[in-house]
């Protein structure tokens, strides 16, 4: 069956601390993947995707993210995080951009000042 | 910047009303999404258009829910009756067709007393 798992419900991280938030997928194609993030109160925004080439693709907003297909992984990065990155964050995987995509649960960060 | 409007922000209605939720894609986008977000279920896709038609509306309870595209520049989404358990974000979002991100409107917040 074709899933998205996001381990962490909620991740508390200091600010200025590094970050990494999990994703892993079970996807019978080659998958296209994505990180979106969402504020409060708004819709999702598109932080980063990967289609092919480079396994370490960089983002908005200082973000990147590593694509391993040994291990079904998608996990997204960030060196130093802000008090501005505290939102929820979703992981998605699909055959291309704008067809239906299969979304992770989400995992909220909190940051500690 | 371009955005994807959606109207109203927020809807508070009694079971059993009807309620229209409308949504001004990108212009030139020739996709759209209708999502629902809640905690317990997360994203759900309701609905997915390309060039106005309807292509995938499995996850919609057919016999309250109805999606349309009178134009390329509106997608409207009708609950009726509506019930409590419809208490919910309701997201659209808009794209092209290819290697481009989904763009999120900032939700109707439905809540059905």
């Known amino acids: 069956a074709q899933s998205v798992t996001q381990p962490d419900i909620h991740i508390t991280v200091s600010e200025g601390a590094s970050l990494e938030l999990r994703c892993n997928y079970s996807?019978?194609?080659?998958?296209?993947l994505f990180w979106y993030v969402q504020s409060p109160g708004q819709g999702l925004q598109l932080l980063l995707k990967?289609?092919?080439?480079d396994t370490l693709v960089q983002g908005i907003k200082g973000f990147e993210a590593e694509f391993k297909r040994s291990q079904s992984s998608f996990n997204l990065r960030k060196p130093s995080v802000h008090w501005s990155d505290a939102a929820e964050y979703f992981c998605?995987?699909?055959?291309?951009?704008?067809?239906?995509?299969?979304w992770g649960a989400g995992t909220k960060l909190i940051i500690k000042p | 910047d371009a955005r994807v409007t959606q109207t109203p922000r927020h809807k508070v209605t009694e079971m059993g009303q009807e309620v229209t939720m409308r949504c001004q894609p990108i212009?030139?986008?020739?996709?759209v999404f209708w999502y629902r977000q809640t905690m317990m279920q997360g994203l759900e896709l309701l609905a997915y258009?390309?060039?106005?038609?309807?292509?995938?509306d499995s996850g919609m309870p057919k016999d309250r829910f109805s999606a349309e595209m009178p134009d390329a520049t509106l997608a409207t989404l009708k609950i009726q009756p509506s019930e409590p358990r419809d208490s919910a974000v309701y997201f659209c979002?808009?794209?092209?067709?290819?290697?481009?991100?989904?763009?999120f409107g900032n939700g109707t917040r439905l809540t059905v007393t």
């Open positions: 990967y289609f092919s080439g």
């Open positions: 996807y019978g194609a080659t998958p296209y």
């Open positions: 212009l030139g986008h020739n996709t």
């Open positions: 998605a995987v699909g055959e291309a951009s704008n067809y239906q995509l299969i």
């Open positions: 258009f390309r060039n106005r038609a309807p292509l995938d």
């Open positions: 979002a808009s794209g092209l067709t290819g290697n481009s991100p989904l763009h």
